[in-house]
């Protein structure tokens, strides 16, 4: 999934100032050489000034923009040069729009070939007939709310940011249209929903996910990707937590960012606003390339691995492989059920057993 | 074309389907009758049945413990879903216009946004109940999901039609709420209109008994 | 075709804001949008100059190159004109924009930007030249009646020019020369007007007994 690059070269993005008001300036500088010059010729020691010329180049050599007083209210009204909008510009055409579609793009097919190499992760023992329970309703609830959430948002926000160069030609300007305004009112309108189900998720799981004494260790075993030996872990593995931290820091800072850029009327100034869209970008792009790993190891990459936050309920033979720190606790505190009373609980038919065993089953 | 008709035939139809399947519901559930009570009255049939109807609004301390969550997604849900449905200027408009002829007061634009939002978390939090919790999941049908996700799908093409620009996507909005007006009479999502029969009832039948409940 | 330019000489900018005004009226653009406005830096202090900004329909126009629906076009004039059936209201090409021309019609709080409005040259848009459409959205089309934008029209001192970019020059380019000869005139700059001695006024009175 290569991006095009933008038809952008390197001479044209050097010019902000290549824009007309340049374009009359430099209309007028050649005939201000010559005037200057026969001028000079004839009464040495007299400047001629481009008056107008010279304002715009001091009010746009300035530090910061040389702000005016004018009768029209409205942001940053007397502001005459927006020194940042250049290079807010060069970000999001030249930087953005390009790297973020070779980063999601490699992410792809680095995945690709990581499950070419390694296939699906099995549970090696095989599927027991003995389960751990896992998540709660709740918790599950909270994580496929997020979940959810974050999947119409990811999609909608790419959609606006890679839509012009890939799904123009596919549409047409006016269709795409037809879907960018869809798109942003309804990436505008879920974004708060964002927020929630982040404070949400924060406040369930956040006890789990605080760095304990194991995770270095599987840090430098590379979480077990690395030979083949299952690395011991808590609850939640150090990648897992490290997801957790970045979904807590990174997604506040995208939600918080989207706050602002939602609410123009706040009368912010362009420059913080563009501030908030690159903050925004990036951050979008490293959780959406990061979950796009969750995923993958949730589907297809590993054996086992969503059927806690399915069912509620995972394997106790991929509980050891996996998260044995926590699995020898939940079996010593007689956690463990078999099969028959966890597919009871969960209100599936099952044929095999009698229900008089499934019973037995749930109250061990 | 295909706008037009689902702009004109298709819209009345649904409001003419919507409006005779609703009185046909609610006429059968009456015709049903009720078992005469022949014992001597205690109460006032009719003040229990009011008071039935009001006070269910409140939950049960059962409820406010047990189940937090179920009744402040439902509440953030159904308070939302009114306000946007009734209060919201783009659907007075279109009533105004359509129906009624006469309009009413409608919230501040914010305000709509902030129902929305509430609508949309209840929404999708009570949906995520529904399909996670072993007992609802168990409890629901097709009936209830399909009621679900119509609601989902209307509410989130109207805020995707916010921007109030584009004929299409009103259209589509126009069209998933005439397919959940032709449904909702034959559906679970009658309840907006005979929860008041059901509460009545049971307190009619309190009431005259003279249970204070 | 020619290449249509604004631009505006700050020695003759008298801030009437008459610029504004007329735009406002010519195009009626709604509440809260001024496609036009005019600046004054240094206000107050000896220095001060005023310059009206509105779009200045650039070569290679920065909101054209970020919008994410390629909503801009520019006309064989070198007008940038956008189609708001196009916009999304985004608000990207206020951000990219040096000048800030770029305005967004807002309904209170909570509003999301509507449809981005801003000075067309006096060149209407994508719609047929005329028509009610056209005026709804974009204001007047004077250049179709082969005239030019108002505010410039009908400035009083001349000091926003418009139309072709090579005339522009070459008016302003006069101007300049003069500026020049004056000060040969004077032995004095123009630019210290203001603080120029008083000529010969001994003995001057406006009564005479």
């Not at chain 1, 974050?150 to 030609?169: C, E, N, Q, S, V």
């Not at chain 2, 139809?13 to 009570?37: H, K």
């Not at chain 3, 949008?33 to 920065?62: F, Y």
């Not at chain 3, 030249?129 to 030019?148: F, I, P, Q, T, V």
């Amino acid at each position: 999934m290569s991006m095009p690059a933008t038809d952008k070269t390197a001479s044209q993005r050097l010019s902000v100032f290549g824009l007309c008001l340049l374009a009359v300036c430099l209309l007028l500088f050649s005939p201000l050489v010559d005037a200057e010059e026969k001028s000079a010729r004839e009464l040495p020691g007299v400047k001629v000034f481009n008056p107008a010329a010279e304002l715009w180049r001091d009010v746009r050599q300035r530090e910061a923009p040389v702000s005016g007083k004018t009768q029209v209210g409205g942001v940053e009204t007397g502001v005459l040069i927006n020194a940042t909008g250049d290079r807010w510009r060069q970000f999001r055409m030249d930087e953005l729009i390009p790297v973020g579609g070779y980063v999601i793009g490699a992410i792809i097919v680095l995945l690709l070939i990581f499950y070419m190499v390694r296939g699906r992760v099995p549970i090696e023992g095989g599927a027991s007939d003995r389960k751990l329970p896992r998540y709660t309703t709740y918790e599950r609830m909270v994580h496929w709310f997020i979940a959810s959430v974050f999947l119409f948002l990811a999609i909608t926000g790419l959609i606006l940011l890679f839509g012009r160069p890939m799904l123009i030609p596919l549409f047409g300007k006016e269709g795409f249209s037809i879907i960018a305004s869809a798109c942003k009112e309804g990436h505008n309108l879920m974004g708060p929903l964002f927020l929630l189900a982040l404070v949400m998720v924060f406040f369930q799981f956040v006890r789990r996910n605080i760095y304990q004494k194991g995770d270095l260790t599987w840090l430098l075993r590379g979480g077990g990707i690395i030979g083949k030996k299952h690395v011991p872990s808590n609850f939640f593995n150090m990648g897992e937590k490290t997801m957790f931290w970045l979904l807590v820091f990174v997604g506040s800072l995208i939600g918080i960012s989207g706050l602002v850029l939602v609410f123009p009327v706040l009368g912010l100034g362009r420059e913080f606003m563009a501030l908030a869209h690159v903050g925004h970008a990036i951050g979008a792009l490293l959780m959406i390339a990061v979950i796009i790993g969750h995923i993958y190891i949730g589907t297809v990459g590993m054996e086992g691995a969503i059927e806690g936050m399915k069912t509620g309920y995972c394997d106790l033979n991929w509980a050891k492989e996996h998260h044995d720190l926590w699995a020898t606790k939940a079996i010593d505190q007689g956690e463990a059920m078999s099969n028959e009373a966890v597919a009871s609980l969960n209100g599936e038919k099952t044929s095999t057993a009698p229900p008089g065993a499934t019973i037995q089953g749930a109250g061990k | 074309m295909i706008g037009e008709f689902i702009d004109g035939p298709l819209w009345y139809f649904s409001l003419t389907a919507f409006v005779i399947g609703v009185v046909w519901r609610i006429v059968s559930i009456v015709r049903a009758g009720v078992r005469p009570d022949l014992s001597i009255a205690r109460g006032s049939a009719g003040r229990g049945a009011m008071r039935a109807i009001f006070s269910r609004f409140v939950p049960e301390r059962t409820v406010t413990t047990s189940s937090r969550l179920q009744l402040i997604a439902g509440y953030m849900f159904h308070v939302g879903l009114l306000i946007l449905l009734f209060f919201a200027q783009p659907h007075i408009d279109f009533i105004a216009e359509r129906i009624t002829g006469l309009s009413w007061p409608a919230v501040p634009h914010w305000v709509f946004i902030v129902a929305a939002e509430f609508s949309f978390a209840g929404l999708i939090l009570l949906w995520l109940h529904r399909v996670l919790n072993p007992v609802t999941r168990l409890l629901s049908d097709m009936d209830d999901h399909i009621g679900s996700i119509l609601v989902f799908l209307v509410m989130l093409t109207g805020c995707l039609a916010l921007a109030q620009s584009h004929e299409a996507l009103r259209l589509i909005h126009l069209f998933l709420a005439e397919v959940f007006l032709i449904y909702f009479p034959f559906s679970k999502l009658m309840h907006a209109f005979t929860f008041v029969m059901s509460r009545g009832y049971t307190g009619a039948t309190m009431g005259r008994k003279g249970v204070n409940a | 075709m020619a290449r249509m330019k604004f631009y505006c000489d700050p020695e003759r900018c008298i801030e009437c804001n008459a610029c504004v005004t007329a735009c406002k009226n010519e195009n009626e653009v709604p509440w809260g949008v001024n496609r036009r406005r005019v600046v004054t830096i240094k206000d107050g202090e000896p220095g001060e100059r005023s310059l009206s900004v509105a779009c200045m329909h650039c070569s290679d126009a920065p909101c054209a190159t970020v919008c994410p629906v390629d909503c801009f076009y520019t006309t064989q004039d070198g007008v940038v004109l956008h189609d708001k059936d196009i916009c999304i209201g985004c608000g990207y090409c206020f951000y990219a924009c040096p000048f800030g021309a770029p305005q967004f019609p807002e309904d209170g709080a909570f509003a999301t930007r509507g449809k981005m409005d801003k000075c067309t040259f006096c060149a209407g848009g994508p719609e047929a030249d005329h028509s009610a459409d056209e005026h709804r959205k974009y204001g007047s089309n004077r250049l179709a009646e082969g005239k030019l934008p108002l505010c410039a029209e009908m400035c009083s001192t001349k000091a926003l020019l418009a139309g072709d970019a090579n005339v522009i020059s070459d008016v302003y380019r006069k101007r300049i020369i003069n500026r020049g000869a004056a000060v040969l005139a004077r032995g004095v700059s123009y630019r210290d007007a203001s603080f120029r001695a008083p000529r010969s006024t001994g003995g001057k009175s406006s009564s005479q007994e």
